[in-house]
Protein backbone atom coordinates (compact mmCIF):
# COMPACT_ATOMS: atom_id res chain seq x y z
CA UNK A 1 0.00 0.00 0.00
CA UNK A 2 2.64 2.13 0.84
CA UNK A 3 4.71 1.74 -2.25
CA UNK A 4 1.65 1.93 -4.66
CA UNK A 5 0.96 5.17 -2.65
CA UNK A 6 4.53 6.72 -3.41
CA UNK A 7 4.46 5.36 -6.94
CA UNK A 8 1.26 7.02 -7.74
CA UNK A 9 2.13 10.48 -6.06
CA UNK A 10 5.97 10.21 -8.14
CA UNK A 11 3.85 9.64 -11.21
CA UNK A 12 1.39 12.55 -10.82
CA UNK A 13 4.45 14.53 -10.18
CA UNK A 14 5.31 13.91 -14.16
CA UNK A 15 8.10 10.97 -12.59
CA UNK A 16 8.59 8.02 -15.20
CA UNK A 17 8.58 5.02 -13.39
CA UNK A 18 11.03 2.14 -14.74
CA UNK A 19 11.72 -0.93 -13.91
CA UNK A 20 15.43 -1.59 -15.15
CA UNK A 21 17.96 1.20 -15.86
CA UNK A 22 16.66 4.13 -14.28
CA UNK A 23 18.85 7.54 -13.53
CA UNK A 24 16.92 7.51 -9.92
CA UNK A 25 16.92 5.07 -7.66
CA UNK A 26 14.16 5.17 -4.94
CA UNK A 27 14.27 3.03 -1.78
CA UNK A 28 12.40 3.32 1.83
CA UNK A 29 11.99 1.74 5.26
CA UNK A 30 8.77 1.76 6.85
CA UNK A 31 9.36 2.28 10.51
CA UNK A 32 5.28 2.14 11.11
CA UNK A 33 2.26 1.27 9.24
CA UNK A 34 -0.35 0.20 12.02
CA UNK A 35 -4.45 0.21 12.98
CA UNK A 36 -4.64 0.55 17.13
CA UNK A 37 -7.19 1.08 19.36
CA UNK A 38 -8.10 3.75 22.03
CA UNK A 39 -10.77 3.30 24.78
CA UNK A 40 -11.92 6.35 26.69
CA UNK A 41 -15.51 7.25 28.83
CA UNK A 42 -16.81 8.47 25.51
CA UNK A 43 -15.38 6.75 22.31
CA UNK A 44 -13.32 3.83 20.72
CA UNK A 45 -10.99 4.85 18.27
CA UNK A 46 -9.43 3.56 15.19
CA UNK A 47 -5.92 4.89 15.66
CA UNK A 48 -3.77 4.66 12.06
CA UNK A 49 -0.05 5.43 11.75
CA UNK A 50 2.09 5.55 9.50
CA UNK A 51 6.40 6.57 10.06
CA UNK A 52 8.32 5.97 6.79
CA UNK A 53 11.62 7.20 5.20
CA UNK A 54 12.46 7.68 1.40
CA UNK A 55 16.16 7.74 0.06
CA UNK A 56 16.47 9.29 -3.74
CA UNK A 57 19.87 8.49 -5.16
CA UNK A 58 20.62 9.66 -8.53
CA UNK A 59 23.22 7.71 -11.06
CA UNK A 60 24.15 10.64 -12.56
CA UNK A 61 25.95 12.54 -9.65
CA UNK A 62 28.67 11.35 -6.59
CA UNK A 63 25.82 13.62 -4.43
CA UNK A 64 24.28 11.71 -0.98
CA UNK A 65 20.99 10.36 -1.50
CA UNK A 66 17.87 12.78 -0.49
CA UNK A 67 16.28 11.39 2.45
CA UNK A 68 13.01 12.50 3.58
CA UNK A 69 10.77 11.33 6.53
CA UNK A 70 7.14 11.21 6.30
CA UNK A 71 4.73 10.82 9.30
CA UNK A 72 1.01 11.16 9.99
CA UNK A 73 -1.38 10.02 12.28
CA UNK A 74 -5.13 9.66 11.86
CA UNK A 75 -8.29 9.04 14.65
CA UNK A 76 -11.51 7.85 13.72
CA UNK A 77 -13.77 8.32 16.75
CA UNK A 78 -16.62 5.98 17.40
CA UNK A 79 -19.09 4.84 19.78
CA UNK A 80 -19.08 1.22 19.94
CA UNK A 81 -16.22 0.45 18.65
CA UNK A 82 -14.45 0.95 15.66
CA UNK A 83 -15.37 -1.42 12.24
CA UNK A 84 -12.87 -2.69 9.24
CA UNK A 85 -14.35 0.16 7.00
CA UNK A 86 -13.13 2.54 10.08
CA UNK A 87 -9.51 0.96 10.63
CA UNK A 88 -9.37 0.73 6.52
CA UNK A 89 -10.28 4.64 6.33
CA UNK A 90 -7.84 5.78 8.72
CA UNK A 91 -4.87 4.51 6.89
CA UNK A 92 -6.23 5.94 3.30
CA UNK A 93 -5.84 9.18 5.61
CA UNK A 94 -2.34 8.21 6.34
CA UNK A 95 -1.38 7.17 3.09
CA UNK A 96 -3.45 10.38 1.73
CA UNK A 97 -1.79 12.31 4.22
CA UNK A 98 2.20 11.48 3.70
CA UNK A 99 1.61 12.09 -0.54
CA UNK A 100 0.17 15.79 0.50
CA UNK A 101 3.34 15.94 2.17
CA UNK A 102 5.35 14.72 -0.99
CA UNK A 103 3.88 17.50 -2.80
CA UNK A 104 4.60 20.08 -1.10
CA UNK A 105 8.31 19.02 -1.08
CA UNK A 106 10.21 20.90 -3.85
CA UNK A 107 12.09 18.16 -4.20
CA UNK A 108 9.67 15.56 -5.32
CA UNK A 109 7.07 18.28 -6.19
CA UNK A 110 8.14 18.28 -10.00
CA UNK A 111 10.23 16.30 -12.37
Request: net charge negative; hydrophobic share 35%; glycine share 6%.
Amino acid sequence: MVRSAITTQLEAAGHQLVDQGADVTVTGDIAVFEVTTSVSLSSWDAIGSLDITVKVHSSRTSLDPLIRRYQAKHVSKTILGPSKEDFEQVMRDCLEDMQRQMVSDPEYGSS
